[in-house]
């Protein structure tokens, strides 16, 4: 029967039939008693055909979708959600969440109905209870007085994502294959036109099912489900004689007789809607949470992953009192006994708590950040199998009772927190107990930009050092270790333990700079070189690795052959060295490094390109040499410039008075004598004073270069008269007026000072020129 009263509502699974009595209040089905007698109800009911079928793709996977997918309507969405009604069947699908972002899900629904029954109350008045006594019992407040019957099917296809794929592309090759499955005419035989790709793709994919029917195995791929798919109607029965319960009617009691309970009121659809989407966040961050502990971190440190499954815990166990107190809500609320406000504010409660949206989100998302920026240092940690860096949590420990190692140098992370100041406001706050955080402030310590940029520079320098000594020493081993921070200060600390003692003062020896040219004969080359000497260990000497530039070679860091490389060492720590037994005019390539009794400091950049003095042939590898330094410059040139060089320093070695003659040859019109002096004490600090064929061609050709970055370079190191590695007003001013003077140009110096200004006005509009 229907009318204006009569409530529909899923089954859900449930063994309803004609005539059973059920509670609103708590969505409980009452069993065992009913109104009538059989008798009386088997001839009262009536029958008519219902067939219809439909299938569906479902995309989403939250609780709303899952709710809508199984009919379910109002605040019944709660009694589901909570556990409240006790599902069977296809409606076990509304437990069966997606738990990881990392998977892409689809789910293929199918939907028949086959007939409808009802109760005729036309013979079936008050007059006609065979049992009036329920009414006062006050054990229900409806009666099952229709049943529509069919069968559902949830086909759930997984599929995982590796780091490679995109989970939208992913997605919608998921959607498109499924999409290919016949929706409106199920044949016997189900053919799907896929491509290769689609098949290959199919075969990754998982599947779940949840239905009505009784299946002799459930599917687990796509090929069972799609075989499964088109034997669906068969399990109906031959007279669909398996069809179950999925929509019933309910008459109110109260309709039947006043003495009857009277259902009050339902939950608004905003109540509703706000616990529903309250607990879906919840689940939503448990997920993001839980995908952080797979992180190929962990496979080398586990504090925090052990904070991040704390943290889901205990995301859980607010769950579960959520549903439990909710569920035990929900009848006085629809039986009258309080108001929905009951609802609203048990979830208002939490939202003012540790377990606010906003802070959990917020927590989240640093260790999400962290997570991410610790893979890239683990990364950088373990690329380079040279250096053999042991990296993880207990390596210190594992290292330390190692006699072989007289050192062991540690790059100690603390940065997780023993007591994460979140986790204990939340686990005090499900405990019931006082004690929260709320007043604690917890940057993270990524945050913190001092932190970070002392954690990189720690990062590189203890990598560096590791690889340079790979090699060098089997007494010290690499690890990286983790540990909880002291005094909540959070850092990447060095420690060098020296027979277990640990040092947490060591400093890793610096680099030095490259070196330079202080002399040069025709056999031998003079080295100077800077070192700011910051490690704490004290330097023992230096070793001086030098290579041969040869033109296939141009600018060579050889570090993959060390054997190119030929290795002297001074005998302290004096920061120069002569090298002797060269040959005559040739390019030579340095670097240098220290050496300490922990190990050897990483070596130097490599210098500029040396050559020993003497008459220079003009070999085919001169020439390629030079047009590789200077961009547009032609063997014809080189020749010309050779033929003038010859003329001028027949002994190969040219003074700074014939290198201003060769300067006033090219500006016969200016003044060369500036200039020329600034160029070519650039160009070679010899103490006798002199310069080559390869020093000559490349001041000569500065203005005329085709590469501005290298003509700007070299003007640069002329005019940084102090060699701080800035130009200041004065030197600015020098290159102004001298340069001009090089190109008759004059200027002087209040127009020098004007043109310094307005370049300082460019790259600093805060400096000014004082006079």
Not at 353 to 379: A, G, H, Y
Not at 413 to 429: C, S
Request: overall charge negative.
């Amino acid at each position: 029967m229907a009318g204006p009263d009569v409530m529909e509502l899923a089954s859900l699974g449930r063994s309803f039939q004609l005539g059973m009595l059920y509670d609103v209040r708590s969505d409980m089905l009452i069993s065992g008693v009913k109104l009538w007698d059989k008798e009386d109800l088997e001839c009262n009911i009536m029958e008519y055909p219902k067939p219809d079928t439909h299938v569906k793709i479902i995309t989403e996977d939250s609780l709303q979708a899952k709710a809508h997918s199984l009919g379910v309507e109002g605040s019944v969405k709660l009694s589901l959600i909570g556990g409240l009604i006790n599902i069977d069947g296809s409606a076990k699908f509304a437990d069966d969440s997606n738990k990881s972002n990392h998977v892409t899900r689809l789910t293929l629904k199918y939907h028949t109905t086959t007939k409808f029954k009802e109760l005729t109350m036309n013979h079936l008045g008050a007059g006609r209870i065979r049992h009036p006594e329920l009414f006062d019992s006050n054990i229900a407040t409806h009666v099952v007085t229709g049943v529509l019957y069919g069968a559902e099917a949830f086909f759930i296809f997984d599929r995982v994502i590796s780091e490679e794929e995109n989970k939208k592309e992913v997605a919608g090759t998921l959607h498109a294959v499924i999409n290919k499955i016949p929706m409106c005419k199920i044949e016997a035989k189900v053919k799907l036109n896929l491509n290769e790709n689609e098949r290959n793709f199919v075969d990754k994919l998982n599947c779940t099912f949840y239905g009505d029917f009784k299946l002799d195995t459930n599917p687990r791929n796509f090929e069972d489900a799609i075989r499964i798919y088109a034997d669906l109607p068969k399990y109906l029965g031959d007279k669909q004689q398996n069809a179950v319960p999925k929509k019933v009617s309910l008459y109110p009691l109260h309709r039947l007789d006043s003495k009857a309970m009277k259902i009050v009121r339902d939950i608004s659809s905003s109540v509703v809607d706000y616990c529903v989407n309250f607990l879906q966040d919840l689940q939503v961050l448990e997920i993001r949470v839980l995908d952080l502990t797979t992180s190929k971190m962990f496979t080398y440190f586990s504090y925090m992953q052990q904070q991040l499954s704390d943290f889901a815990a205990r995301l859980s166990e607010l769950d579960r009192d959520l549903k439990k107190q909710m569920i035990s809500i929900l009848p006085t609320v629809r039986g009258g006994g309080s108001e929905e406000s009951a609802l609203l504010t048990l979830f208002k409660k939490v939202d003012i708590s540790p377990f606010n949206k906003r802070k959990l989100t917020s927590w989240v998302e640093d260790k999400e950040k962290e997570v991410s920026l610790m893979e890239q240092f683990i990364s950088a940690l373990t690329k380079n199998s040279k250096a053999n860096i042991t990296v993880k949590s207990s390596s210190l420990n594992d290292t330390i009772g190692d006699l072989s190692y007289e050192y062991i140098l540690c790059l100690s992370f603390r940065f997780t927190d023993e007591q994460d100041p979140q986790l204990e406001d939340m686990w005090n706050y499900l405990q019931g107990t006082d004690g929260l955080n709320s007043g604690k402030t917890n940057l993270a310590w990524f945050k913190n930009s001092s932190v970070l940029n002392k954690t990189r520079t720690s990062l590189r320098q203890f990598i560096e050092f590791a690889a340079s000594n790979a090699n060098k020493s089997s007494n010290i081993k690499f690890v990286v270790n983790e540990e909880y921070p002291t005094d909540s200060v959070k850092q990447a600390l060095l420690v060098l333990y020296e027979n277990g003692v640990p040092n947490e003062s060591f400093v890793i020896p610096s680099k030095p700079n490259a070196p330079r040219k202080t002399n040069a004969t025709d056999d031998s080359i003079t080295l100077a070189w800077d070192d700011a000497q910051i490690g704490s260990e004290e330097i023992k000497y230096y070793e001086i690795m030098y290579l041969y530039v040869s033109a296939e070679k141009q600018v060579v860091t050889d570090e993959n052959s060390p054997e190119a490389w030929t290795a002297v060492a001074t005998d302290d720590a004096k920061k120069e060295k002569h090298i002797s037994n060269l040959p005559a005019g040739v390019p030579f390539l340095f670097k240098v490094r220290s050496v300490t009794e922990i190990g050897v400091s990483v070596f130097s950049e490599n210098s500029q390109i040396i050559l020993t003095l003497g008459t220079v042939e003009l070999t085919s590898e001169t020439i390629e040499l030079l047009m590789h330094e200077i961009d547009g410059l032609e063997e014809q040139e080189i020749k010309e410039y050779y033929a003038t060089f010859c003329e001028l320093c027949p002994d190969g070695k040219m003074t700074k008075d014939i290198f201003n003659k060769a300067f006033q040859a090219v500006y016969p019109d200016g003044n060369t004598d500036k200039y020329s002096q600034y160029a070519f004490n650039i160009m070679n600090n010899n103490k006798d004073r002199t310069s080559n064929f390869v020093e000559y061609v490349i001041a000569m050709r500065m203005h005329n270069s085709d590469d501005l970055e290298k003509s700007l370079s070299l003007a640069f190191d002329i005019f940084d008269y102090n060699k701080n590695g800035n130009i200041d007003e004065k030197e600015l001013i020098r290159m102004i007026t001298t340069t001009g003077e090089l190109i008759n140009k004059p200027c002087d110096q209040k127009m020098a000072k004007r043109y310094a200004q307005e370049i300082f006005d460019v790259c600093d509009p805060d400096f000014t020129i004082m006079s």
